[in-house]
């Protein structure tokens, strides 16, 4: 479970984040909306120990990263605008080395899995940086899901990806789902919360605007409940 309490960001004069308060439960896909500039990556970076709050709290099953940063940081996989990949290793060996990083067991095969799973099979052995980014992308989310995390944090993980590589995603996330974890994605693309999430969070101006469950699975759904907060 994930427990937010008051959280708040002020950077020089700018309150980026006025008082967040949110509880994810254990096993919850939580989609979270909102325009450019409403604080939504900076939650995700709070969570993720990529960056300190001004204010509040955030708590993961009890621990916090601050008492326990490496036992937080082990629980949590995070894909964020930045792929974190190194560009003159390929696929296998970014893998590698992120998997060792994390102390996988049976590291190699785990990552063969992985390029498979995100169709890259064909390039396993190809340095990164003549990938496309539709390619870097389905890299960055293997990498990210490595160490089969309890937590997983998607910052606009549809962004730059084919329709074949979006329902790709798609199935990482719902084989994840289906194994327990507890995933919270920022997207723009609201057809695709419907596909995964159980819950809707809409963000403006630093603050929680709305929180919802996705019963209907209806996209309008979304929308009109978009519109109604953000316009
Ligand atoms: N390091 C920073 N210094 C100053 N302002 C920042 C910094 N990081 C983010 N911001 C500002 O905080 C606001 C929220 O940013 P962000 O969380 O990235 O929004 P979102 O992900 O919802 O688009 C933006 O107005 C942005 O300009
Ligand atoms: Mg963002």
Known sequence: MISIESLTKTIGEKNILRGITLTVNQGETIGILG????GKSTVLKIIGGLMKPS????????LTIKKDPFLVK??????????????????LENLIFFGKLYQVENCERKAKELIRDVGLTFFM???????????????????????????????????GLDQQAVKLLNEVILKMKAKGSTILMVTHDFAQTVETCDRIVIMKQGSVVDDFHVTDRSVDYIYEKYAGQVG
Request: net charge negative; charged share 15%.
């Open 35 to 38: 325009p450019n500039g409403a």
């Open 55 to 62: 204010s509040g709290i955030v708590t993961i099953n009890g």
């Open 74 to 91: 082990n629980k949590i996989g995070f894909l964020a605008h930045n792929s974190y990949l190194y560009d003159h290793f390929s696929p």
């Open 125 to 159: 052995h190809e340095p990164v940086r003549s990938f496309s980014r539709g390619m870097v992308q389905r890299l960055a989310i293997a990498r990210a899901i490595i160490h089969e995390p309890e937590i997983l944090i998607l910052d606009e993980p549809h962004t």
